[in-house]
T-cell receptor
Framework: AQTVTQSQPEMSVQEAETVTLSCTYD???????LFWYKQPPSRQMILVIRQEAYKQQNATENRFSVNFQKAAKSFSLKISDSQLGDAAMYFCAYKREARDMRFGAGTRLTVKP | GAVVSQHPSRVICKSGTSVKIECRSLDFQATTMFWYRQFPKKSLMLMAT?????????EQGVEKDKFLINHASLTLSTLTVTSAHPEDSSFYIC????????????FGAGSRLTVL
């Protein structure tokens, strides 16, 4: 079974600084998708960034970027120029084609002004 | 972008009654929807996969007779919590696949169920 591990229950960053959230996963598959979702206090799940396993290039979305290390099964999220609105729970997720999505335990990010 | 509407957002019911939660894809067709349950300060746990026109697939440990799922159309899936008990109180989230690109799930805003 595929598992997703987020080893940082809580992280804190100063506004305008950079923070990296860690995620590792376990799979025997070669084709899959990885995601980071954000869940603010409203509890609405919001897609932050996605990565296809067959792509070597790391995905980037504005201030958000990932470091995808397929051999190490690692998928970290870097948030640059952190903003107060970035404060939320962040979930790393794994998905195979046409299958369900599995989530890590989450990392609660606090942004200090 | 793709939108999934989930209703009701909050519901309080008495023990022993049934509650129905609706999940609609507003601007796209979703052959597959997923139902998750989230306990306070915990992650999302998959309950079942809902496929249009066929029976839902339940995760191990999820009682299919308690959590009835119906996916009667390409835009609507429903979760009915039957004979609800206080331990069923939780946050339930639905998601649909296909609205924001292949393999991206779009989530509803969730439904908080409180069983008295």
């Amino acid at each position: 079974a595929q598992t997703v591990t987020q080893s940082q229950p809580e992280m804190s960053v100063q506004e305008a600084e950079t923070v990296t959230l860690s995620c590792t996963y376990d799979t025997s598959e070669s084709d899959y998708y990885l995601f980071w979702y954000k869940q603010p206090p409203s509890r609405q799940m919001i897609l932050v960034i996605r990565q296809e396993a067959y792509k070597q290039q790391n995905a980037t979305e504005n201030r958000f970027s990932v470091n995808f290390q397929k051999a190490a099964k690692s998928f970290s999220l870097k948030i640059s120029d952190s903003q107060l609105g970035d404060a939320a729970m962040y979930f790393c997720a794994y998905k195979r084609e046409a299958r369900d999505m599995r989530f890590g335990a989450g990392t609660r990010l606090t942004v200090k002004p | 972008g793709a939108v999934v509407s989930q209703h009701p957002s909050r519901v309080i019911c008495k023990s022993g009654t049934s509650v129905k939660i609706e999940c609609r894809s507003l601007d796209f067709q979703a052959t597959t929807m997923f139902w998750y349950r989230q306990f306070p300060k915990k992650s999302l746990m998959l309950m079942a996969t809902s496929n249009e026109g066929s029976k839902a697939t339940y995760e191990q440990g999820v009682e299919k007779d308690k959590f009835l799922i119906n996916h009667a159309s390409l835009t609507l899936s429903t979760l009915t919590v039957t004979s609800a008990h206080p331990e069923d109180s939780s946050f339930y989230i639905c998601s649909a696949m296909g609205g924001s690109g292949a393999n991206v799930l779009t989530f509803g805003a969730g439904s908080r169920l409180t069983v008295l």
